[in-house]
């Protein structure tokens, strides 16, 4: 009985091997043919390979910054990042060495390539790794670089996708457009400043991501569909600027600081649509460099608060004509104003000598006028009228009630963009008069362009704004389109009238100091500032605020052009007036009136026919076809087929006018511009992505740079019309 329970004991005890020994056979025929580890569900084979799961993500295109007429201003741009495998263990099909394997030759080629170091680039060929990058030089590599580099020969180099943020120039209204930075934790360029900051979310799009699996050797195998998914790109900002405007307004402002007759150490200014308040451009100087991190950011433009000076002066003689107070034929004494404040009630008074409790009031420069009439003095800046007004014609706190109308000491509400509110001071007896001419409170631009669509409208308050619309390009659907924002009906349509005529006057009539912005081509209306600078606590006596108000046409006004600068006394206005004529001459040409356009008479006119669709096609078939029709066909690079055109398609076009055809948009030239329109220009500065500054109206007579002479990214061709 013990015999049998010992034999079934050894039993039991034998099958337990053959089971183990068996489970063990299989397991190890499994992974020795299958590469399939049982127990712990491993894959041998993809360890013993290298073979393991790859997330690369699949970045989402940012939005586009675009300016009114649909010009890119902002872009991303398709960039890579260079990488070398240089261990000597990889190879392709048919036993090709996939590493770099002369690294003395690609030293040489990719230095040269990238424009980087020499002898760090060796290095980096020469480092104990299987795979290097380049540091910096090896980033953002352009895909002509890249064509380069894969042209080249050299075996072993790698692309990694990237995307850089690409801007129209690298001087181009940069304090409005800001800048971007790439943040290696949200793998996306994230806005820091401009409207990439203020707009970023609407900018900025979501990455996708791409799942796939790959081996030691960067081989590549299936994509895991089930756990990647598409990028999202994010919405495109449309501007209400004008680039060529806009570019026309840098140029002035840089000048005010750079010539030598002028020597601003600030400047800033805008140009504003008075019927609806879009800005046409906006600008300041010194600027924000997107090159160097270590410029200043500082949007004088919207967050600088300053004392205005004679500029508020407008506003101040449009209340009293409005309140009926004067009439612009009233007469005053135009001699030193002692202004007193009585010390018991706080009342004050045009005393007639100075004395305890008085404040003298001069006019600009210490002039002393005569009696003239309000509308004189006005027209030359006299201080001593306003304190006329604002004390014996009109209670003061009248003209405090129109400045919140009008919308100062408060935000336009200019979307995004941040700005700052100004500061009343109306404490004093005194600043209640000295605010009338524009010394004591604070304000900003914006406030200054608001206000003043009130003057050059019907009267009633326009808002300014910069962001014209949001657009979806991957659908084509604008999800935001600004609208007029009309404020509150200030001034009788009869009182800006009589403003506006003693404006032109100001301008037109030679014997006012504004008479330097007087233009033949087109009626201007204005008023200059000359404010006093508080430096180290204390109005300064050498150093002012220079600005001025003017708007166009006088008949029927639709553009207000507001600029400031500080410079010392004694440089040349009539210089910084130059410049400003410039800029006006430029807003003309882009937006001509009707009464200047051609003629459908005129005997040059052949005939008017709408363009068509030529993308795609071959290009001597296009320009042969265009110039039977007798058009002026120019084409941009060597390539054979057009890409892009200008016109678009289904625009009428005189046959008189250019046709510009893009064939490819490297290798490209300066053409003659002799005798192009500003429109033609423009579309080719468009194709060519370089700046081009304007000066005069109506065709080329000149430009900077020689015919044939390469363009080059960051280049300024400036181009003077006549």
């Not at 170091?117 to 299987?130: C, G, H, I, M, S």
């Not at 524009?438 to 304000?443: D, E, I, L």
């Not at 206005?573 to 937006?591: L, N």
């Not at 390539?639 to 290798?667: A, C, F, M, W």
């Amino acid at each position: 009985m013990v015999k049998k329970f010992q034999n079934r004991r050894i039993l039991k005890v034998f099958t337990l091997i053959v089971i183990v020994f068996s489970v063990l056979t299989v397991n190890v025929f499994i992974v020795s043919v299958l590469g399939y580890h049982v127990n712990s569900g491993t894959n041998v084979k993809e360890v013993v390979q290298g073979i393991h799961t790859v997330e690369q993500p699949i970045y989402a295109k940012r939005g586009n910054i675009l300016d009114i007429k649909n010009n890119i201003l902002v872009e991303d741009m398709n960039t890579y990042t260079l990488n070398a495998y240089i261990a000597e263990d990889r190879f392709d099909i048919g036993n090709v060495p996939a590493y770099v394997t002369d690294k003395e030759a690609a030293a040489t080629t990719i230095s040269t390539i990238l424009s980087a170091p020499y002898d760090f680039v060796y290095e980096r060929l020469n480092a104990d790794a299987k795979q290097i990058e380049f540091g910096t030089y090896g980033k953002y590599v352009t895909v002509q670089q890249k064509e380069a580099l894969e042209n080249s020969g050299i075996t072993g180099l790698g692309f990694t996708p990237a995307i850089k943020r690409d801007y129209y120039s690298s001087r181009f209204a940069t304090t409005l457009l800001g800048l971007t930075v790439f943040d290696e934790k949200l793998e996306q360029q994230v806005g820091v400043m401009g409207i990439e900051e203020y707009y970023d979310d609407v900018l900025n799009g979501e990455n996708g991501v791409e799942v796939y699996r790959q081996d030691s050797g960067m081989y590549r195998f299936d994509t895991i569909d089930s756990l990647s998914h598409e990028a999202t790109d994010g919405k495109n900002v449309k501007l209400t600027i004008d680039k060529i405007i806009q570019s026309s307004l840098d140029n002035a402002l840089n000048q005010f600081i750079n010539k030598e007759d002028i020597q601003a150490s600030e400047a800033w200014g805008a140009i504003m649509n008075v019927k609806t308040g879009a800005i046409l451009a906006i600008s300041d100087a010194p600027s924000f460099d997107v090159e160097d991190p270590n410029t200043l950011y500082l949007n004088r433009a919207t967050e600088y608060e300053y004392e205005p000076g004679s500029t508020m002066k407008t506003i101040t003689y449009a209340v009293g004509i409005n309140e009926g107070a004067i009439s612009p034929e009233d007469l005053y004494d135009g001699k030193p104003f002692y202004l007193r404040t009585d010390p018991d009630t706080g009342a004050v008074s045009r005393a007639s000598t100075p004395g305890p409790y008085t404040v003298t009031i001069h006019n600009p420069s210490g002039e002393v006028y005569p009696i003239i009439t309000f509308k004189e003095g006005f027209q030359r800046s006299s201080n001593v009228m306003i304190a006329e007004l604002l004390t014996n014609k009109m209670n003061p706190d009248i003209f405090q009630d129109y400045m919140h109308r009008l919308g100062f000491y408060e935000k336009t509400g200019f979307g995004r963009v941040p700005e700052a509110t100004g500061t009343e001071l109306w404490g004093y007896h005194h600043e209640k008069i000295t605010n009338g001419f524009g010394q004591g409170s604070t304000v900003t631009m914006l406030q200054i362009l608001q206000s003043h669509s009130a003057v050059f409208g019907d009267g009633t308050v326009i808002k300014p704004y910069i962001v014209d619309s949001i657009i979806d390009p991957n659908t084509g659907n604008v999800e935001f389109q600004a609208k007029v924002q009309k404020g509150e009906k200030v001034f009788k349509e009869e009182t800006v009238q009589l403003v506006r005529d003693a404006l032109y006057e100001n301008v037109n009539v030679q014997t006012f100091g504004n008479h330097r912005y007087k233009m033949d081509e087109v009626s201007i209306m204005g008023k200059s500032g000359t404010a006093e600078m508080v430096i180290d606590g204390q109005y300064s006596k050498s150093t002012y605020l220079y600005s001025a108000v003017l708007a166009f046409p006088y008949e029927d006004p639709e553009y207000v052009f507001y600029y400031a600068y500080i410079a010392n006394d004694g440089h040349r206005t009539w210089s910084a007036a130059e410049e400003v004529k410039d800029v006006i001459k430029t807003v003309i040409s882009t937006y001509p009136s009707e009464t200047n356009g051609t003629s459908d008479d005129d005997d040059k006119v052949v005939h008017k026919s709408e363009i068509e669709n030529y993308i795609n096609r071959p290009v001597v078939d296009v320009r042969n076809e265009l110039k039977e029709q007798g058009y002026n066909v120019v084409v941009l690079g060597n390539g054979s087929t057009v890409i892009d055109q200008y016109p678009k398609q289904g625009v009428t076009l005189l046959n008189s006018e250019r046709v510009i055809l893009l064939t490819k948009k490297e290798g490209l030239v300066i053409p003659d511009l002799k005798n192009w329109s500003l429109k033609e220009v423009n579309a080719w500065s468009n194709f060519a992505k370089i700046e081009v500054v304007i000066s005069g109206s109506g065709f080329v007579k000149t430009q900077s740079y020689p015919v044939g002479t390469a363009v080059v990214k960051d280049m300024t061709l400036t181009v003077e019309l006549e």
